[in-house]
Protein backbone atom coordinates (compact mmCIF):
# COMPACT_ATOMS: atom_id res chain seq x y z
CA UNK A 1 0.00 0.00 0.00
CA UNK A 2 1.58 2.96 -0.66
CA UNK A 3 2.14 6.13 1.17
CA UNK A 4 3.47 9.50 1.17
CA UNK A 5 6.06 10.14 3.92
CA UNK A 6 6.13 14.29 4.56
CA UNK A 7 8.65 16.32 6.56
CA UNK A 8 6.95 19.72 6.66
CA UNK A 9 8.76 22.85 7.39
CA UNK A 10 9.80 23.96 3.08
CA UNK A 11 7.81 26.89 1.86
CA UNK A 12 7.04 26.19 -2.10
CA UNK A 13 9.13 28.39 -4.42
CA UNK A 14 9.71 28.23 -7.88
CA UNK A 15 7.23 27.27 -10.99
CA UNK A 16 4.45 24.25 -11.46
CA UNK A 17 3.40 22.79 -14.82
CA UNK A 18 -0.24 22.52 -14.44
CA UNK A 19 -1.63 19.66 -16.78
CA UNK A 20 -5.18 19.33 -18.66
CA UNK A 21 -8.37 18.77 -16.87
CA UNK A 22 -9.43 15.46 -15.85
CA UNK A 23 -13.28 16.71 -15.41
CA UNK A 24 -12.99 17.66 -18.89
CA UNK A 25 -11.00 15.14 -20.33
CA UNK A 26 -13.33 12.85 -18.81
CA UNK A 27 -16.41 13.58 -20.89
CA UNK A 28 -14.32 14.50 -24.02
CA UNK A 29 -12.74 10.53 -23.99
CA UNK A 30 -16.18 9.46 -23.46
CA UNK A 31 -17.61 11.82 -26.45
CA UNK A 32 -15.22 10.72 -28.91
CA UNK A 33 -16.68 7.41 -29.69
CA UNK A 34 -19.82 9.69 -31.05
CA UNK A 35 -17.91 9.09 -34.61
CA UNK A 36 -16.78 6.39 -36.50
CA UNK A 37 -14.05 8.83 -37.56
CA UNK A 38 -10.12 9.28 -35.72
CA UNK A 39 -10.33 11.63 -32.77
CA UNK A 40 -6.61 12.66 -31.78
CA UNK A 41 -6.60 14.44 -28.03
CA UNK A 42 -4.30 16.43 -26.54
CA UNK A 43 -3.49 17.74 -23.34
CA UNK A 44 -4.91 14.42 -21.66
CA UNK A 45 -4.19 14.62 -17.82
CA UNK A 46 -2.21 10.78 -17.25
CA UNK A 47 -4.39 9.55 -13.82
CA UNK A 48 -6.28 6.94 -12.52
CA UNK A 49 -9.85 7.98 -13.87
CA UNK A 50 -9.12 8.71 -17.04
CA UNK A 51 -6.68 5.47 -17.52
CA UNK A 52 -9.49 3.53 -16.32
CA UNK A 53 -12.32 5.14 -18.91
CA UNK A 54 -9.57 4.07 -21.72
CA UNK A 55 -9.35 1.11 -20.69
CA UNK A 56 -13.41 0.43 -20.27
CA UNK A 57 -13.68 2.11 -24.07
CA UNK A 58 -11.38 -1.12 -25.17
CA UNK A 59 -13.52 -4.00 -24.02
CA UNK A 60 -16.25 -2.37 -26.24
CA UNK A 61 -14.14 -2.38 -29.07
CA UNK A 62 -12.70 1.11 -29.60
CA UNK A 63 -9.54 1.47 -30.96
CA UNK A 64 -7.37 3.69 -28.56
CA UNK A 65 -3.67 4.73 -29.58
CA UNK A 66 -1.41 6.29 -27.35
CA UNK A 67 0.54 8.87 -28.97
CA UNK A 68 2.47 9.98 -26.07
CA UNK A 69 2.10 10.40 -22.31
CA UNK A 70 -0.98 13.09 -23.16
CA UNK A 71 -2.30 12.32 -26.28
CA UNK A 72 -4.64 9.75 -27.59
CA UNK A 73 -6.06 8.61 -30.82
CA UNK A 74 -9.54 7.10 -30.38
CA UNK A 75 -11.79 5.33 -33.59
CA UNK A 76 -14.83 4.16 -32.33
CA UNK A 77 -15.77 2.72 -36.28
CA UNK A 78 -15.70 -0.96 -34.61
CA UNK A 79 -17.77 -1.07 -31.26
CA UNK A 80 -19.57 -4.20 -30.96
CA UNK A 81 -21.16 -3.96 -28.01
CA UNK A 82 -23.42 -1.35 -26.43
CA UNK A 83 -22.93 -2.43 -23.13
CA UNK A 84 -19.62 -2.07 -20.96
CA UNK A 85 -18.95 -4.91 -18.61
CA UNK A 86 -15.28 -3.24 -17.39
CA UNK A 87 -15.58 -3.81 -13.40
CA UNK A 88 -12.57 -0.59 -12.89
CA UNK A 89 -15.19 1.76 -14.44
CA UNK A 90 -17.52 1.21 -11.47
CA UNK A 91 -14.88 3.05 -9.44
CA UNK A 92 -15.19 6.33 -10.76
CA UNK A 93 -17.45 9.11 -11.00
CA UNK A 94 -17.38 9.66 -14.87
CA UNK A 95 -18.79 5.67 -15.61
CA UNK A 96 -21.99 8.03 -16.13
CA UNK A 97 -20.48 9.38 -19.41
CA UNK A 98 -20.91 6.20 -22.06
CA UNK A 99 -24.32 6.27 -21.24
CA UNK A 100 -24.79 9.54 -22.50
CA UNK A 101 -22.23 8.92 -26.03
CA UNK A 102 -23.59 5.37 -26.07
CA UNK A 103 -27.43 6.68 -26.35
CA UNK A 104 -26.96 9.36 -28.57
CA UNK A 105 -24.95 7.74 -31.28
CA UNK A 106 -26.59 3.48 -30.86
CA UNK A 107 -29.78 4.59 -28.85
CA UNK A 108 -28.71 2.13 -26.30
CA UNK A 109 -26.19 2.13 -23.64
CA UNK A 110 -25.52 -0.51 -20.85
CA UNK A 111 -23.36 0.69 -17.99
CA UNK A 112 -22.60 0.29 -14.74
CA UNK A 113 -23.74 2.67 -12.30
CA UNK A 114 -20.91 5.17 -10.96
CA UNK A 115 -18.34 5.34 -8.12
CA UNK A 116 -16.15 7.95 -7.61
CA UNK A 117 -15.30 9.68 -3.94
CA UNK A 118 -18.10 9.59 -0.95
CA UNK A 119 -18.53 13.10 -0.37
CA UNK A 120 -22.42 13.12 -0.30
CA UNK A 121 -25.58 11.57 -2.13
CA UNK A 122 -24.36 11.60 -5.60
CA UNK A 123 -27.80 10.95 -7.47
CA UNK A 124 -28.15 10.85 -11.24
CA UNK A 125 -31.98 11.39 -11.30
CA UNK A 126 -31.06 14.40 -13.56
CA UNK A 127 -29.43 12.42 -16.06
CA UNK A 128 -32.35 10.11 -15.83
CA UNK A 129 -34.31 12.41 -16.35
CA UNK A 130 -32.74 14.81 -19.44
CA UNK A 131 -32.53 11.07 -21.08
CA UNK A 132 -36.31 9.87 -20.29
CA UNK A 133 -37.22 13.76 -21.72
CA UNK A 134 -35.21 13.17 -25.29
CA UNK A 135 -37.57 9.52 -25.61
CA UNK A 136 -34.87 6.69 -24.24
CA UNK A 137 -36.12 4.54 -21.40
CA UNK A 138 -34.01 3.92 -18.53
CA UNK A 139 -34.00 1.28 -15.53
CA UNK A 140 -31.52 0.79 -13.13
CA UNK A 141 -31.11 -2.72 -12.63
CA UNK A 142 -28.45 -5.13 -11.25
CA UNK A 143 -26.06 -2.33 -10.78
CA UNK A 144 -26.32 -1.04 -14.37
CA UNK A 145 -27.97 1.94 -15.92
CA UNK A 146 -29.80 0.50 -19.00
CA UNK A 147 -31.60 2.83 -21.45
CA UNK A 148 -32.34 2.31 -24.92
CA UNK A 149 -34.36 4.78 -27.47
CA UNK A 150 -36.03 4.06 -30.52
CA UNK A 151 -35.86 7.29 -31.34
CA UNK A 152 -34.24 10.51 -29.60
CA UNK A 153 -36.16 13.62 -30.25
CA UNK A 154 -35.08 17.17 -29.03
CA UNK A 155 -36.87 18.92 -26.07
CA UNK A 156 -36.72 21.65 -23.53
CA UNK A 157 -35.40 20.40 -20.19
CA UNK A 158 -35.31 22.13 -16.88
CA UNK A 159 -32.68 20.63 -14.58
CA UNK A 160 -34.04 20.78 -10.86
CA UNK A 161 -30.36 21.38 -9.71
CA UNK A 162 -27.30 22.46 -11.07
CA UNK A 163 -25.39 19.38 -12.35
CA UNK A 164 -22.26 19.08 -14.27
CA UNK A 165 -22.44 15.12 -15.03
CA UNK A 166 -26.20 15.54 -15.46
CA UNK A 167 -25.69 18.88 -18.22
CA UNK A 168 -23.13 17.15 -20.09
CA UNK A 169 -24.58 13.70 -20.08
CA UNK A 170 -27.77 15.17 -21.84
CA UNK A 171 -25.62 17.47 -24.21
CA UNK A 172 -23.85 14.18 -25.23
CA UNK A 173 -27.33 12.32 -26.12
CA UNK A 174 -28.77 15.72 -27.93
CA UNK A 175 -26.23 16.08 -30.37
CA UNK A 176 -27.15 13.00 -31.80
CA UNK A 177 -31.02 13.85 -31.44
CA UNK A 178 -33.66 14.84 -33.84
CA UNK A 179 -34.53 18.68 -33.41
CA UNK A 180 -33.31 20.90 -31.34
CA UNK A 181 -33.06 20.42 -27.39
CA UNK A 182 -32.51 23.19 -24.99
CA UNK A 183 -31.40 22.56 -21.45
CA UNK A 184 -32.18 25.34 -18.82
CA UNK A 185 -30.31 25.90 -15.51
CA UNK A 186 -27.54 23.86 -16.76
CA UNK A 187 -23.86 24.07 -15.38
CA UNK A 188 -21.85 26.59 -16.56
CA UNK A 189 -18.08 25.03 -15.41
CA UNK A 190 -15.09 25.59 -17.66
CA UNK A 191 -15.20 21.84 -18.29
CA UNK A 192 -18.79 22.20 -19.78
CA UNK A 193 -17.68 24.93 -22.25
CA UNK A 194 -14.90 22.40 -23.05
CA UNK A 195 -17.05 19.39 -23.78
CA UNK A 196 -19.42 21.79 -25.82
CA UNK A 197 -16.18 23.20 -27.62
CA UNK A 198 -14.86 19.24 -28.26
CA UNK A 199 -18.29 18.18 -29.96
CA UNK A 200 -18.71 21.12 -31.70
CA UNK A 201 -15.30 20.68 -33.77
CA UNK A 202 -16.35 16.99 -34.44
CA UNK A 203 -19.26 18.90 -35.94
CA UNK A 204 -22.07 19.36 -33.28
CA UNK A 205 -23.97 22.46 -33.19
CA UNK A 206 -23.93 23.28 -29.33
CA UNK A 207 -24.54 27.05 -28.11
CA UNK A 208 -25.03 28.81 -24.87
CA UNK A 209 -21.91 26.51 -23.37
CA UNK A 210 -21.08 28.44 -20.03
CA UNK A 211 -24.71 30.28 -19.51
CA UNK A 212 -27.34 28.60 -18.25
CA UNK A 213 -29.49 27.73 -21.23
CA UNK A 214 -27.41 25.56 -23.60
CA UNK A 215 -29.07 24.91 -27.03
CA UNK A 216 -28.32 21.71 -28.99
CA UNK A 217 -29.63 21.57 -32.51
CA UNK A 218 -28.92 17.80 -33.18
CA UNK A 219 -26.66 16.19 -36.12
CA UNK A 220 -27.18 12.88 -37.60
CA UNK A 221 -23.00 12.40 -37.52
CA UNK A 222 -20.51 13.54 -35.65
CA UNK A 223 -16.70 13.43 -37.64
CA UNK A 224 -13.02 13.47 -36.40
CA UNK A 225 -11.71 16.47 -35.19
CA UNK A 226 -7.94 16.91 -33.02
CA UNK A 227 -8.81 18.78 -29.88
CA UNK A 228 -6.68 20.09 -26.62
CA UNK A 229 -8.34 19.57 -23.28
CA UNK A 230 -8.21 22.83 -21.29
CA UNK A 231 -5.89 23.17 -18.04
CA UNK A 232 -7.25 21.84 -14.78
CA UNK A 233 -8.78 24.22 -12.99
CA UNK A 234 -8.34 22.37 -9.89
CA UNK A 235 -4.83 21.28 -9.77
CA UNK A 236 -3.97 25.16 -10.24
CA UNK A 237 -6.43 25.82 -7.23
CA UNK A 238 -4.24 23.74 -5.27
CA UNK A 239 -1.11 24.47 -5.99
CA UNK A 240 -2.11 27.92 -5.26
CA UNK A 241 -3.12 27.34 -2.22
CA UNK A 242 -0.57 24.94 -1.23
CA UNK A 243 1.39 28.36 -1.89
CA UNK A 244 -0.55 30.28 0.42
CA UNK A 245 -0.22 27.24 3.18
CA UNK A 246 2.90 26.98 3.25
CA UNK A 247 3.90 30.57 2.87
CA UNK A 248 5.68 29.79 -0.08
CA UNK A 249 5.91 32.03 -3.62
CA UNK A 250 4.69 29.90 -6.88
CA UNK A 251 4.62 30.71 -10.58
CA UNK A 252 1.42 28.33 -11.58
CA UNK A 253 2.20 27.57 -15.31
CA UNK A 254 -0.10 26.55 -18.20
CA UNK A 255 -3.69 27.77 -16.54
CA UNK A 256 -6.77 30.26 -18.23
CA UNK A 257 -6.88 32.95 -15.09
CA UNK A 258 -10.22 33.54 -15.92
CA UNK A 259 -11.08 30.27 -14.78
CA UNK A 260 -9.54 30.91 -11.47
CA UNK A 261 -10.90 34.10 -10.50
CA UNK A 262 -13.38 32.83 -7.24
CA UNK A 263 -10.29 30.83 -6.14
CA UNK A 264 -7.71 34.18 -7.01
CA UNK A 265 -10.56 36.63 -4.92
CA UNK A 266 -10.32 34.32 -1.77
CA UNK A 267 -7.04 34.14 -1.86
CA UNK A 268 -6.07 37.71 -2.16
CA UNK A 269 -8.86 38.20 0.93
CA UNK A 270 -6.88 36.24 3.31
CA UNK A 271 -3.62 38.16 2.51
CA UNK A 272 -1.93 36.73 -0.61
CA UNK A 273 0.04 38.67 -3.46
CA UNK A 274 -1.58 37.03 -6.47
CA UNK A 275 0.07 38.58 -10.13
CA UNK A 276 -1.96 37.20 -13.52
CA UNK A 277 -0.19 36.62 -16.26
CA UNK A 278 -1.40 35.48 -19.82
CA UNK A 279 -0.87 31.83 -18.60
CA UNK A 280 0.00 32.01 -15.47
CA UNK A 281 -0.36 33.06 -12.11
CA UNK A 282 2.55 34.23 -9.58
CA UNK A 283 0.76 33.19 -6.12
CA UNK A 284 3.10 34.81 -3.06
CA UNK A 285 2.46 34.63 0.82
CA UNK A 286 4.48 36.13 3.36
CA UNK A 287 1.95 36.92 6.34
CA UNK A 288 -0.13 34.90 8.78
CA UNK A 289 -3.57 34.36 6.53
CA UNK A 290 -6.90 36.04 7.48
CA UNK A 291 -9.75 34.43 8.13
CA UNK A 292 -12.76 34.72 5.80
CA UNK A 293 -16.12 33.05 5.12
CA UNK A 294 -16.33 30.82 2.23
CA UNK A 295 -19.45 29.19 0.38
CA UNK A 296 -19.24 26.55 -2.26
CA UNK A 297 -21.47 26.98 -4.99
CA UNK A 298 -21.66 26.41 -9.00
CA UNK A 299 -19.04 28.12 -11.50
CA UNK A 300 -18.76 31.02 -11.19
CA UNK A 301 -18.86 30.68 -7.56
CA UNK A 302 -16.33 28.84 -5.11
CA UNK A 303 -15.78 25.26 -6.38
CA UNK A 304 -16.64 22.47 -3.57
CA UNK A 305 -13.70 21.14 -5.28
CA UNK A 306 -11.55 23.43 -3.67
CA UNK A 307 -13.47 23.46 -0.23
CA UNK A 308 -10.60 21.28 1.88
CA UNK A 309 -7.96 23.22 -0.16
CA UNK A 310 -8.89 26.62 1.36
CA UNK A 311 -10.09 25.00 4.79
CA UNK A 312 -6.72 23.57 5.39
CA UNK A 313 -5.35 27.24 4.71
CA UNK A 314 -7.90 28.90 7.18
CA UNK A 315 -6.89 26.75 9.74
CA UNK A 316 -3.76 28.40 9.83
CA UNK A 317 -6.13 31.78 10.12
CA UNK A 318 -5.59 34.40 12.29
CA UNK A 319 -9.16 34.27 13.87
CA UNK A 320 -12.71 32.37 12.96
CA UNK A 321 -13.49 31.25 9.04
CA UNK A 322 -16.61 29.65 8.36
CA UNK A 323 -16.94 27.37 5.10
CA UNK A 324 -19.81 26.26 3.93
CA UNK A 325 -20.37 23.55 0.95
CA UNK A 326 -23.15 23.54 -0.76
CA UNK A 327 -22.74 21.34 -2.72
CA UNK A 328 -22.18 17.86 -1.13
CA UNK A 329 -23.46 17.59 2.16
CA UNK A 330 -20.51 14.66 3.58
CA UNK A 331 -17.07 16.58 2.58
CA UNK A 332 -15.97 17.27 5.79
CA UNK A 333 -14.42 13.70 6.53
CA UNK A 334 -11.01 15.02 6.23
CA UNK A 335 -11.64 17.25 9.95
CA UNK A 336 -11.00 14.11 11.98
CA UNK A 337 -7.22 14.03 10.31
CA UNK A 338 -6.87 17.78 10.85
CA UNK A 339 -7.28 17.68 13.76
CA UNK A 340 -5.17 14.96 14.67
CA UNK A 341 -2.22 17.59 12.86
CA UNK A 342 -3.90 20.27 15.24
CA UNK A 343 -6.28 21.69 13.70
CA UNK A 344 -9.46 23.28 15.78
CA UNK A 345 -12.39 22.86 13.18
CA UNK A 346 -16.17 22.06 14.43
CA UNK A 347 -18.70 20.58 11.95
CA UNK A 348 -22.24 21.51 11.76
CA UNK A 349 -24.10 19.99 9.31
CA UNK A 350 -22.65 21.20 6.24
CA UNK A 351 -20.69 24.21 7.73
CA UNK A 352 -16.76 23.90 9.32
CA UNK A 353 -16.69 26.45 11.84
CA UNK A 354 -12.29 27.13 11.56
CA UNK A 355 -10.20 28.46 14.63
CA UNK A 356 -7.04 28.92 13.21
CA UNK A 357 -3.94 27.72 14.56
CA UNK A 358 -0.55 28.58 14.69
CA UNK A 359 1.13 26.01 13.42
CA UNK A 360 -0.18 21.91 12.09
CA UNK A 361 2.20 19.32 13.53
CA UNK A 362 2.69 16.11 11.39
CA UNK A 363 0.91 12.80 12.49
CA UNK A 364 -0.43 9.07 10.66
CA UNK A 365 -3.21 10.29 9.19
CA UNK A 366 -5.28 8.80 5.57
CA UNK A 367 -6.82 10.33 2.78
CA UNK A 368 -10.76 9.92 2.50
CA UNK A 369 -11.27 11.10 -0.67
CA UNK A 370 -9.54 12.98 -4.29
CA UNK A 371 -9.69 16.70 -3.16
CA UNK A 372 -9.35 16.43 0.97
CA UNK A 373 -6.17 14.17 0.43
CA UNK A 374 -4.44 16.71 -2.30
CA UNK A 375 -5.59 18.81 1.01
CA UNK A 376 -3.86 17.38 3.72
CA UNK A 377 -0.80 17.10 1.28
CA UNK A 378 -0.47 21.17 1.86
CA UNK A 379 -1.38 20.78 5.63
CA UNK A 380 1.27 17.95 5.75
CA UNK A 381 4.30 20.36 3.91
CA UNK A 382 3.50 23.43 6.65
CA UNK A 383 3.15 21.21 9.32
CA UNK A 384 6.15 20.73 11.89
CA UNK A 385 7.68 17.26 12.00
CA UNK A 386 7.01 13.95 9.61
CA UNK A 387 3.24 12.95 8.36
CA UNK A 388 2.52 9.61 6.95
CA UNK A 389 -0.43 9.82 4.76
CA UNK A 390 -2.34 7.04 3.60
CA UNK A 391 -4.90 5.87 0.69
CA UNK A 392 -2.78 8.13 -1.78
CA UNK A 393 -4.78 5.99 -4.19
CA UNK A 394 -7.55 8.77 -4.08
CA UNK A 395 -4.86 11.61 -4.77
CA UNK A 396 -3.57 9.77 -8.10
CA UNK A 397 -6.98 9.61 -9.13
CA UNK A 398 -6.58 13.08 -10.17
CA UNK A 399 -3.31 14.64 -9.71
CA UNK A 400 -0.39 13.46 -11.78
CA UNK A 401 2.77 13.55 -10.59
CA UNK A 402 1.27 15.07 -7.41
CA UNK A 403 4.50 14.72 -5.06
CA UNK A 404 7.33 14.62 -8.12
CA UNK A 405 5.65 18.59 -9.15
CA UNK A 406 6.13 19.52 -5.26
CA UNK A 407 9.18 17.88 -4.74
CA UNK A 408 10.66 19.82 -7.92
CA UNK A 409 9.12 23.19 -5.76
CA UNK A 410 11.51 21.89 -2.25
CA UNK A 411 8.61 19.77 -0.83
CA UNK A 412 10.15 17.29 1.14
CA UNK A 413 7.54 14.16 0.37
CA UNK A 414 7.97 10.59 -1.14
CA UNK A 415 6.17 7.71 -2.12
CA UNK A 416 6.77 4.51 0.66
CA UNK A 417 5.66 1.66 0.81
CA UNK A 418 6.03 0.35 4.51
CA UNK A 419 7.38 1.65 7.64
CA UNK A 420 11.06 0.90 7.12
CA UNK A 421 11.14 2.98 3.60
CA UNK A 422 9.44 5.69 6.10
CA UNK A 423 12.02 5.25 8.54
CA UNK A 424 14.78 5.77 5.99
CA UNK A 425 12.81 8.87 4.44
CA UNK A 426 13.23 10.26 8.19
CA UNK A 427 17.00 9.65 8.39
CA UNK A 428 17.67 10.85 4.93
CA UNK A 429 15.50 13.83 5.64
CA UNK A 430 16.56 14.29 10.02
C1 LIG B 1 -18.58 16.78 -10.94
C2 LIG B 1 -17.10 16.59 -10.74
C3 LIG B 1 -16.73 16.78 -9.28
C4 LIG B 1 -17.27 18.10 -8.74
C5 LIG B 1 -18.75 18.27 -9.07
C6 LIG B 1 -19.29 19.66 -8.71
C7 LIG B 1 -16.51 14.98 -12.44
C8 LIG B 1 -16.08 13.59 -12.77
N1 LIG B 1 -16.75 15.25 -11.16
O1 LIG B 1 -19.22 15.75 -10.22
O2 LIG B 1 -15.31 16.77 -9.18
O3 LIG B 1 -17.12 18.11 -7.34
O4 LIG B 1 -18.96 18.08 -10.48
O5 LIG B 1 -18.54 20.63 -9.35
O6 LIG B 1 -16.59 15.84 -13.29
N2 LIG B 1 -27.15 16.02 -8.30
C9 LIG B 1 -28.43 15.51 -8.19
N3 LIG B 1 -28.91 14.77 -9.23
C10 LIG B 1 -28.17 14.49 -10.34
C11 LIG B 1 -26.87 15.02 -10.44
C12 LIG B 1 -26.39 15.78 -9.39
O7 LIG B 1 -29.13 15.73 -7.21
O8 LIG B 1 -28.66 13.80 -11.24
C13 LIG B 1 -26.63 16.86 -7.19
C14 LIG B 1 -25.44 16.19 -6.50
O9 LIG B 1 -25.87 15.31 -5.48
C15 LIG B 1 -24.69 17.38 -5.98
C16 LIG B 1 -24.93 18.46 -7.05
O10 LIG B 1 -26.08 18.04 -7.76
O11 LIG B 1 -25.25 17.82 -4.78
C17 LIG B 1 -23.79 18.66 -8.01
O12 LIG B 1 -23.44 17.43 -8.61
P1 LIG B 1 -22.77 17.34 -10.05
O13 LIG B 1 -22.45 18.71 -10.55
O14 LIG B 1 -23.59 16.44 -10.90
O15 LIG B 1 -21.42 16.62 -9.71
P2 LIG B 1 -20.75 15.44 -10.44
O16 LIG B 1 -21.03 15.53 -11.92
O17 LIG B 1 -21.03 14.18 -9.73
Known amino acids: MKQYAIKGGNPLVGEVEI ?5 AALPILAAAIMTDETVYIDNMPDVFD ?14 IVRTGRHSVTINGGNIFSKQIEDDNIKKIR ?4 PV ?16 GCDIGCRAIDQHIKGFRALGAEVLIEHGYIKTRADRLVGTHIYMDCVSVGATINVMMAATLAEGTTIIENSAKEPHVVDVANFLNSCGAHIKGAGTDVIRIKGVKKLHGAEYTIIPDQIEAGTFMFAAAVTKGDLMVKNVIPKHLESITAKLIEIGCEVEEFDDCMRVVCSKTLKPTHV ?20 GLGEGISIVTDTIFENRFKYVDELTRMGANIRVEGSTAIINGVKKYTGAGISAPDLRAGAALVTAALAAEGYTLLDEVQYIQRGYEDFHLKLKALGAQIELVEDQREFQKFKLKTG
Do not use: C, H, W
Open 19 to 23: GGSKN
Open 295 to 314: KTLPYPGFPTDMQPQIAVAL
Open 50 to 63: TNVLLDALTTIGVS
Open 94 to 97: AAYY
Open 100 to 115: GALLGKYREAIVPLPG
